[in-house]
């Protein structure tokens, strides 16, 4: 129940597309439901995060969907570019608790 | 202001060797979080840090693992007897603490053990 489970593994989108990933969660008690942006040879940092009481979080060319009712959210990136290429972690947490669960990555590659 | 710090960046070491890895957290951060990233993969939590505390351990491999963490600021995870299995990326992340809706992490760059 503690788990994020994230797909796809891998995604190749062409310059100026959509990408889309998404992650699914059981435990209905998490509050926090953040998205990290690793690049090679970087530590994760924050890209955006959303909460359950809201279904929509937009930044940029970045944008996380939020389902409560299907225990879903994904990540939007409008306009794909060659520096989005990196490793894409969603993870959840309760505001009662210290720990991130994390999904597995997606690597993103954004094409030329 | 700085970020999260850690040293070496780099270590190779001979199998049955100890190593100590260092973190130094962004000034004001009471939590500590020590991960392990394997290459291509995910992230593996190790332990956790409250001040100099470390309420949550559950993530060490083994016993051949340690931390500790003094003055509640610098931490240090030790690997008694390396394996090849330890080689990884070990990444060190601080955040505010355990403040209500504040949760960020902020991540070192991590450092790439090898051990041959």
């Known amino acids: 129940q503690q788990q994020v489970k994230q797909s796809p593994q891998s995604l190749i989108v062409q310059k100026g597309g959509i990408s889309i990933i998404n992650c699914a969660y059981e435990?209905?008690?998490?509050?926090?439901f953040p998205w990290y942006q690793q690049f090679p040879g970087k530590g994760p940092a924050l890209l955006i995060a959303?909460?359950?009481d809201v279904s929509e979080k937009k930044e940029g060319r970045f944008t996380i969907s939020f389902n409560k009712s299907a225990k879903q959210f994904s990540l939007h990136i409008m306009d794909s570019q060659p520096g989005d290429s990196a490793t894409y972690f969603c993870?959840?947490?309760?505001?009662?608790?210290?720990?991130?669960?994390w999904g597995a990555g997606t690597k993103l590659i954004i094409k030329p | 202001g700085a970020g999260v710090s850690q040293s070496p960046s780099n270590k190779v070491t001979e199998k049955g060797k100890d190593v100590e890895l260092r973190c130094d957290p962004i000034?004001?951060?009471?939590?500590l979080y020590w991960y392990r990233q394997s290459l291509g993969q995910g992230l593996e939590f190790l332990i956790y840090?409250?001040?100099?505390?470390?309420?949550?351990k559950s993530g060490l491999p083994s016993d051949r693992f340690s931390a500790e963490r003094t003055g509640g600021s610098v931490s240090t995870l030790t690997i008694q007897r390396t394996q090849q299995e330890d080689s990884a990326v070990y990444l060190c992340?601080?955040?505010?603490?355990?403040?209500?809706?504040?949760?960020?992490?902020?991540f070192g760059p991590g450092t790439r053990l090898t051990v041959t």
């Open positions: 992340a601080s955040s505010l603490g355990p403040r209500l809706r504040v949760h960020e992490q902020y």
């Open positions: 000034s004001g951060h009471t939590a």
């Open positions: 840090f409250q001040g100099n505390s470390a309420p949550d």
């Open positions: 435990n209905t008690a998490f509050d926090y």
């Open positions: 959303i909460r359950p």
């Open positions: 993870a959840a947490q309760r505001d009662s608790n210290y720990q991130l669960i």
